[in-house]
């Protein structure tokens, strides 16, 4: 009986069993869950990272809804006989500031099938499904892949470089530990804070964009983007508006550290100051009162990320303030023309 799942994959490799196919039912979520979790320790997936995680079999089911997965085939599972071996996955698309339009991919193989060419296979249908959502999309710009690498997970960081694959910015991913009381730095004159409240939503929203304004992976301000922000941020059982600092000048937000408590741990979520506020002590300032905050709530340590090249000197500011660095996150891409 033929399988309608079934995919073919123009370049897999010589190996006995390998099939591939679309996501077949709910039960393959257990499956895919299993091969993250039979990955971490070899990739030295650090669980209590803001960067990583082993999701867990629902939240497979929330990733990759069925009904969808089989209207849009953007996800691709490598099987061995019946057993789920890897995936690999096209979700995410969006247009930056630059306008730059950019298809992030991801993939993941069990260690014991990895070195064989069928994480290859399947990075290349991932672009074959890229250039053709690319072609309905028909943006008028610059067009290209992307995918992101931690430090530790040699192989894909190997394919990635072999594949000709830029890393066009480096994360630090730092931890700090254990955490301890300090007296903050003073805000300067005429700066407020105040509890955070869901009207001010918006107002913080605003200061994020005009922070970051000037990065070149930022997007345009929108309604969508502005959600995304807020599910981000705002919602979930971990938010805490005790665990946000945001300065205030009069009436505009000139700078905020969003922390929260994850996975057992603190974390800064976002740190963002105006550009006419910056460099005045503000963001050190906010991070220390953060780091108080979530002493208080006795967190073993605290983690977040930042960019590895310093950017507006916020790496600088959280060595000083005790963080470490423990692996980085490579960010790569290649254009869409180059293959």
């Not at 945001?246 to 994850?262: E, M, P, T, Y």
Request: net charge negative; glycine share 6%; aromatic share 10%.
């Amino acid at each position: 009986m033929h399988d309608m799942t079934s995919v073919h994959v123009t370049d897999a490799p010589a190996i006995s069993g390998l099939r591939f196919r679309r996501l077949r039912d709910t039960g393959d979520y257990t499956a895919l869950a299993a091969v993250r979790d039979g990955s971490s320790d070899w990739d030295r997936v650090d669980p209590r990272s803001a960067r990583e995680e082993i999701p867990t079999a629902d939240e497979m089911a929330a990733t990759f809804p069925l009904a969808e997965m089989r209207e849009h085939p953007d996800l691709l599972v490598a099987t061995i006989g019946e057993q789920i071996i890897g995936y690999s996955h096209v979700l995410w698309r969006w247009t930056e500031i630059t306008g730059e339009r950019v298809y992030l991919h991801l993939g993941y193989v069990l260690p014991a099938w990895r070195g064989q060419g069928i994480g290859s296979a399947m990075l290349h249908w991932s672009q074959r499904r890229i250039r053709e959502i690319a072609a309905e999309d028909n943006h008028e710009g610059p067009v290209t892949f992307a995918t992101n690498v931690s430090s530790t997970e040699r192989e894909a960081d190997a394919l990635m470089q072999h594949e000709e694959y830029v890393a066009v910015r480096r994360l630090s991913d730092m931890v700090l530990e254990p955490t301890a009381f300090a007296v903050p730095s003073a805000l300067p004159p005429g700066i407020e804070r105040c509890l955070l409240m869901p009207e001010h939503f918006s107002s913080v929203y605003a200061a994020w964009k005009d922070a970051f304004a000037d990065v070149w992976t930022s997007t345009p301000p929108s309604q969508e983007d502005y959600e995304e922000f807020v599910g981000d941020n705002f919602a979930g059982s971990d938010f805490d508006p005790a665990l946000c600092h945001v300065a205030w000048s009069q009436d505009q937000v000139i700078g905020f550290v969003l922390s929260r408590i994850s996975k057992g741990v603190g974390v800064i979520a976002e740190v963002a100051v105006r550009p006419g506020w910056q460099r005045r002590g503000i963001a050190r300032s906010l991070t220390q009162r953060a780091l108080n905050s979530l002493n208080e709530r006795g967190v073993p340590q605290v983690r977040l990320f930042t960019h590895a090249d310093n950017g507006h000197g916020a790496r600088s500011l959280y060595e000083q303030l005790g963080f470490r660095e423990c692996k980085q996150h490579f960010f790569y891409r290649k254009p869409l023309c180059a293959t």
